[in-house]
Structures are given as structure tokens and as C-alpha cells.
């Protein structure tokens, strides 16, 4: 029986003990509840004084991160008494960061200007080259000169342009003809002759232009975007018909040109004297 006594009484003690310790570890818990009430707020604006929405805040001791709203507003609630530092940041401007000390039942209010970022680029160099006719490798060209020109003699321009490729002719009589060139001719094919427009393209299709080309000692045929260069009227192409060059030296040369045709029997002649 005293035995039980004993036990009984060992046994309240104990949890007269466990109850205080309990009440204590609630009030401490309540006390440091009430201390950990600290605030800090503010707002976030560029050097213009306007507000900044949706930049970084980042409270480093406790790990939590919030951003400003629409007014450039931010707080940071339930802060126990101690050092903080908070680290700004938005895109286009330096980051910065500031160490704030918090005490009991204190609201901190920190203002924050962020200065623009300025953004060095590497240098680049620009530079341009000249490009001729003949470098251009763009140029859609032909052209007809010296022994496949001869042998070309005795036809009109229209039969001598046929044997380019990708030209053809429109006949409406024994020789009267035009180049076709993309499927267009007349107005939509410019003709230089010795550098002088030919008038001739702009009339009806019955009128072949009027081009001797015994005269010719280069003609070449243009097409594609280098046509640009001739204005509007070369649509489809240009064609440039060189003349001999001048003689500048004394002497006297001539040339005489005969050809026969088994067509029709006809034949053409050519004379010059310089």
C-alpha cells in the first residue's frame, strides 16, 4: 500500500512539471507571436519619379521573394526583430541592394530609386564594295559578237536574237519580225541602238524595228533584274546594239558583205568604206 502511495504522488509531481513546462513553452511561443509583427513596405520608381510594376524583390535571410505591384508597391509582413537585406531588381536597370533593420512592432517604409542599366554593344564595322556590270554574278546576259555575229549575217534582229536562249520571235511577214522575251515584246522590250532609243518597238506589230545589223558589232541581250537599269520599258529585257568605234587612225579600210538565200531566192548586201 505505501508502495502505491509513493508511485501516486511520483506520478503527480511529474505532471505538475510537464504542465508548467507546457504553459511556458505556449507563452514563449505567444511572446515571440507578438514580437514577430515587423513590416516593411514601399515603393519602386525610375529617375523620372514613375512608378515601376513587376520588379524583383528578394528577401535574402528568410528566403521569400515578392514584386511591386501596379503602383510600384511591395511589403514584406511578419518580420521578427533583426537585419535584413533585400536585393532589387528589373530588367533595364542596376540592381541594387539594401540592409534594413527591423525592431519590435515597427513598420518600416523604404523608398527605392532604380537608375537605368546601360548596355555596352560591341563595335561593328560596315563596309561596302563598288560592284560593276561585270563582277555582278546576278547579271542575266547574252550577247552575240564576232564570228557567231557574222554568221548570223543576213537576218533581221528578231532572227538574230532567236538564237539566244529563251527568246522568241513574233512574224506577221517575210521579214518583219519581233523579239519575245518572257512572253512580251513591242513597248516591253527596250532597243539602244549606238545608245538612242528605238522608237520603232512602240508601234504596231506589223513594224519590225528598223535595226541593220551589218552595223553591229555586239549585240546583247539583257534580262531579269539588270533590265531595271533601263527604265520601264524594259520589262521583259533590253537589248544593246553596239556599233565599230570610230577610226582615229589614219588609212582607209572597207567591208562588203554578199549573201544569197535558197528561200525565196532572195539576198541581202552590206557595204561600208571608212
Not at 519619379?49 to 511578419?78: C, N
Not at 527605392?112 to 542599366?117: A, T
Not at 547579271?139 to 538574230?160: F, V
Amino acid at each position: 500500500m505505501l508502495q502505491v502511495q509513493k508511485t501516486y504522488y511520483l506520478l503527480l509531481l511529474m505532471g505538475c512539471f510537464s504542465s508548467q513546462a507546457i504553459a511556458q513553452t505556449a507563452s514563449s511561443a505567444l511572446r515571440l507571436a507578438q514580437d514577430c509583427d515587423g513590416k516593411i513596405e514601399g515603393t519602386v520608381h525610375d529617375t523620372q519619379h514613375q512608378s515601376l510594376p513587376g520588379v524583383s524583390i528578394w528577401l535574402k535571410e528568410l528566403e521569400r521573394g515578392a514584386s511591386t505591384d501596379l503602383q510600384g508597391r511591395y511589403i514584406f509582413e511578419g518580420l521578427c526583430p533583426g537585419s535584413y537585406t533585400l536585393l532589387f531588381r528589373s530588367v533595364g536597370f542596376q540592381p541594387q541592394s539594401k540592409i534594413i533593420v527591423v525592431s519590435r512592432h515597427a513598420l518600416l517604409i523604404y523608398d527605392l530609386e532604380l537608375l537605368d542599366e546601360t548596355i555596352h554593344l560591341e563595335q561593328i564595322e560596315i563596309q561596302e564594295d563598288k560592284i560593276t556590270l561585270e563582277e555582278t554574278s546576278t547579271q542575266n546576259t547574252a550577247a552575240l559578237s564576232g564570228k557567231e555575229l557574222d554568221r548570223l549575217q543576213g537576218k533581221n534582229l528578231g532572227g538574230i536574237l532567236q538564237e539566244i536562249t529563251g527568246v522568241g520571235v513574233l512574224q506577221t511577214g517575210q521579214g518583219i519580225s519581233k523579239p519575245v522575251i518572257q512572253g512580251m515584246h513591242s513597248n516591253r522590250i527596250q532597243i539602244l541602238n549606238s545608245g538612242i532609243r528605238q522608237e520603232g518597238q512602240q508601234w504596231g506589230m506589223e513594224h519590225a524595228p528598223e535595226i541593220d545589223p551589218f552595223l553591229a558589232t555586239d549585240i546583247t541581250l539583257i534580262k531579269g533584274a539588270a533590265s531595271v537599269e533601263y527604265g520601264g520599258d524594259a520589262a521583259a529585257g533590253a537589248v544593246i546594239i553596239s556599233p565599230p568605234a570610230l577610226r582615229i587612225d589614219k588609212g582607209m579600210s572597207a567591208t562588203l558583205n554578199l549573201i544569197g538565200m535558197s528561200n525565196a531566192w532572195g539576198g541581202a548586201a552590206s557595204a561600208s568604206i571608212e
